[in-house]
């Protein structure tokens, strides 16, 4: 079974926090998976509810006066024992109760069980999910599976990881037979992505035909969702973002043009559409900043995106075999912009980063500009044999207002330092995050004596 980062956050979960604890995500991302293996694996007493498959375990659960009443009525749809103290109750897919937010206080005060939520659509369904009681919920996103996640179908052992890393750090090339077999080791993650079912299946038989049925058959599922949970206005307007995508992410400057959907539409027009797709997950939109300066999100122009697939499997699936044979070519001068920013969106986003561009008349466009070790770093992101080729980079450098120390620029190539460039091959985006960043104790002054 597929190991996932996540899981060393539920098992912390489930050894220090009281709090019930909710896994959120797009359909098939795995938490259903991920949850089943985390608690079989540490010997959890654990009984398992899905409300689609139990419909009417919704009115029992909502009608539920006190945790007594609920485990009664659990009780009809189970042979385990509930025992105080010690079972953890796993409700799936509660994307069908929203009482679930008014419900859970109550359920984490009594104390006799411990909780935990899983299932899709919850951006979208469970709108009020921000505003669970402060303290008695604890949630938790999941993603598709990122490159190194993705790696471990090849036995990537700790040491290799340790030397990458180090690479990456020291800024010094990689061995060069490593960097090559790692770009193709990355080209067959384009094709594949990171959706389990794709990965797992890929594991199995190594065969693509296999991974593209997977996609298409998530696919379907997502544009079902499209048409249960809209109207039928809003239900065109989704399938025709979606579909949409692929092509505007192949045009000069990515940006979501909406009058590609209707002639004369606006954002203010289909701004619901957006944020719905965002909201369950299957896109990942990058806004525009005015200005790339700290805090990034002060300058954000919502109304002004790049709009991404999720899944940059599902992405290659979408642009057809000729396109995943070149990927599979490992031809270093072939372009993929749109392909190589779509893993950067996901990757970048995977681990946790708030994604912008930046983009002006006078100075050019930057793919990505995020924060990052608590400056703001600008990253191109570069396909081709020009990768040193990046007048917006130059350009946004030599403005002291914005006192922007250096740039990455990741490619097909090894590493290599030129002035404030930092040129990494496209696999090290696995090590971009801001998880060692720690904010210093601040000491409490005594002003007991102070007159």
Same mark, same amino acid.
């Given at each position: 079974?597929?190991?996932?980062?996540?899981?060393?956050?539920?098992?912390?979960?489930?050894?220090?926090?009281?709090?019930?604890?909710?896994?959120?995500?797009?359909?098939?991302?795995?938490?259903?998976?991920?949850?089943?293996?985390?608690?079989?694996?540490?010997?959890?007493?654990?009984?398992?509810?899905?409300?689609?498959?139990?419909?009417?375990?919704?009115?029992?659960?909502?009608?539920?006066?006190?945790?007594?009443?609920?485990?009664?009525?659990?009780?009809?749809?189970?042979?385990?024992?509930?025992?105080?103290?010690?079972?953890?109750?796993?409700?799936?897919?509660?994307?069908?109760?929203?009482?679930?937010?008014?419900?859970?206080?109550?359920?984490?005060?009594?104390?006799?069980?411990?909780?935990?939520?899983?299932?899709?659509?919850?951006?979208?369904?469970?709108?009020?999910?921000?505003?669970?009681?402060?303290?008695?919920?604890?949630?938790?996103?999941?993603?598709?599976?990122?490159?190194?996640?993705?790696?471990?179908?090849?036995?990537?052992?700790?040491?290799?990881?340790?030397?990458?890393?180090?690479?990456?750090?020291?800024?010094?090339?990689?061995?060069?037979?490593?960097?090559?077999?790692?770009?193709?080791?990355?080209?067959?993650?384009?094709?594949?992505?990171?959706?389990?079912?794709?990965?797992?299946?890929?594991?199995?038989?190594?065969?693509?035909?296999?991974?593209?049925?997977?996609?298409?058959?998530?696919?379907?599922?997502?544009?079902?969702?499209?048409?249960?949970?809209?109207?039928?206005?809003?239900?065109?307007?989704?399938?025709?973002?979606?579909?949409?995508?692929?092509?505007?992410?192949?045009?000069?400057?990515?940006?979501?043009?909406?009058?590609?959907?209707?002639?004369?539409?606006?954002? %203010?027009? +289909? &701004?619901?559409?957006?944020?719905? =797709? @965002?909201?369950? *997950?299957?896109?990942?939109?990058? $806004?525009?900043? !005015?200005?790339?300066?700290?805090?990034?999100?002060?300058? %954000?122009? +919502? &109304?002004?995106?790049?709009?991404? =697939? @999720?899944?940059? *499997?599902?992405?290659?699936?979408? $642009?057809?075999? !000729?396109?995943?044979?070149?990927?599979?070519?490992?031809?270093?001068?072939?372009?993929?912009?749109?392909?190589?920013?779509?893993?950067?969106?996901?990757?970048?986003?995977?681990?946790?980063?708030?994604?912008?561009?930046?983009?002006?008349?006078?100075?050019?466009?930057?793919?990505?500009?995020?924060?990052?070790?608590?400056?703001?770093?600008?990253?191109?992101?570069?396909?081709?044999?020009?990768?040193?080729?990046?007048?917006?980079?130059?350009?946004?450098?030599?403005?002291?207002?914005?006192?922007?120390?250096?740039?990455?620029?990741?490619?097909?190539?090894?590493?290599?330092?030129?002035?404030?460039?930092?040129?990494?091959?496209?696999?090290?985006?696995?090590?971009?995050?801001?998880?060692?960043?720690?904010?210093?104790?601040?000491?409490?002054?005594?002003?007991?004596?102070?007159?």
């Amino acid at each position: 079974m597929l190991n996932r980062k996540i899981e060393s956050s539920i098992i912390k979960w489930i050894q220090k926090d009281t709090k019930a604890l909710l896994i959120d995500g797009a359909r098939q991302v795995g938490k259903t998976s991920v949850i089943r293996k985390v608690f079989e694996e540490s010997g959890c007493e654990y009984i398992e509810f899905n409300l689609i498959k139990s419909p009417e375990l919704i009115k029992l659960l909502a009608s539920s006066e006190s945790v007594d009443d609920m485990i009664t009525n659990l009780s009809l749809f189970t042979d385990k024992p509930f025992i105080k103290g010690k079972t953890f109750i796993f409700i799936d897919e509660i994307q069908e109760f929203k009482e679930i937010t008014t419900k859970v206080k109550f359920w984490v005060d009594e104390g006799s069980f411990r909780y935990i939520f899983s299932g899709s659509l919850l951006g979208v369904e469970l709108k009020n999910i921000a505003s669970a009681p402060v303290g008695y919920l604890k949630t938790l996103t999941m993603y598709p599976m990122d490159f190194e996640e993705f790696l471990q179908i090849y036995n990537f052992t700790d040491e290799l990881k340790k030397s990458l890393h180090k690479s990456f750090i020291e800024r010094t090339p990689v061995n060069d037979s490593v960097h090559n077999r790692m770009m193709q080791i990355f080209n067959t993650y384009l094709n594949v992505g990171g959706m389990p079912a794709a990965v797992q299946k890929f594991a199995e038989t190594r065969n693509l035909e296999d991974v593209i049925s997977q996609h298409l058959d998530i696919i379907t599922q997502y544009k079902k969702d499209f048409t249960k949970y809209e109207t039928e206005e809003k239900r065109i307007y989704l399938t025709q973002i979606y579909d949409l995508i692929p092509a505007e992410l192949n045009k000069s400057n990515k940006r979501f043009v909406f009058s590609d959907m209707k002639k004369g539409l606006r954002y %203010e027009k +289909s &701004s619901e559409d957006f944020l719905w =797709l @965002s909201s369950a *997950g299957v896109a990942l939109p990058v $806004y525009n900043v !005015a200005e790339p300066t700290v805090p990034l999100k002060l300058n %954000e122009n +919502s &109304s002004l995106f790049k709009f991404f =697939l @999720s899944d940059i *499997g599902m992405l290659t699936t979408l $642009y057809g075999k !000729a396109t995943k044979i070149q990927l599979l070519s490992n031809n270093p001068a072939i372009n993929f912009g749109a392909i190589y920013e779509n893993v950067a969106a996901q990757e970048l986003k995977a681990h946790g980063m708030s994604l912008y561009y930046y983009n002006s008349k006078r100075f050019g466009e930057l793919d990505f500009v995020i924060e990052y070790n608590g400056k703001v770093l600008p990253i191109e992101i570069k396909s081709g044999k020009d990768y040193k080729r990046h007048s917006a980079l130059s350009n946004v450098l030599e403005i002291s207002n914005y006192s922007i120390d250096e740039a990455f620029v990741f490619t097909n190539y090894n590493v290599e330092i030129n002035g404030n460039y930092v040129y990494y091959p496209i696999y090290m985006l696995m090590f971009l995050s801001n998880d060692d960043i720690k904010l210093p104790i601040i000491d409490i002054p005594d002003l007991s004596d102070l007159t």
